[in-house]
């Protein structure tokens, strides 16, 4: 395991257990947030804060897979809310050990078309 891949999980379970001081820690004075499906864009670590502090809702996040190179993780997780529940993404960019920009995708799901070849849905 990388750092950078401890370094993603650890951002999502501080997030998750909203346990703010250590998770402001993982980030850059000067970290982006991107969410490109509703083409928010958050710039700075206090900007960043803010928003998950003040989110709606009892959220909740559960890490399935973490994967990491010497820049970069991403964490594929489980989010729930209320009745809701689903999966989502995380880019993180990492440098000089710290997260600098953060990519979340929230895909919905949908029904698919109709396929000329059988496939199981579950």
């Known amino acids: 395991m990388t750092d950078n891949n401890a370094l993603g999980r650890r951002y999502l379970e501080l997030l998750e257990g909203r346990d703010w001081d250590a998770w402001v820690a993982l980030l850059d004075e000067n970290v982006v947030y991107d969410m490109p499906q509703t083409r928010e864009l958050i710039v700075g670590r206090a900007s960043f804060l803010e928003f998950n502090q003040t989110y709606p809702g ?8 973490v994967i990491a190179d010497d820049e970069r993780a991403v964490v594929w997780f489980d989010w729930t809310m209320g009745d809701e529940s689903g999966e989502s993404q995380t880019f993180l960019e990492i440098g000089a050990g710290r997260i600098t920009r953060v990519t979340d995708f929230w895909p919905e799901a949908y029904e698919p078309p109709e396929r000329a070849v059988s496939v199981e849905r579950y």
């Open 58 to 65: 009892e959220w909740h996040l559960t890490p399935k897979v």
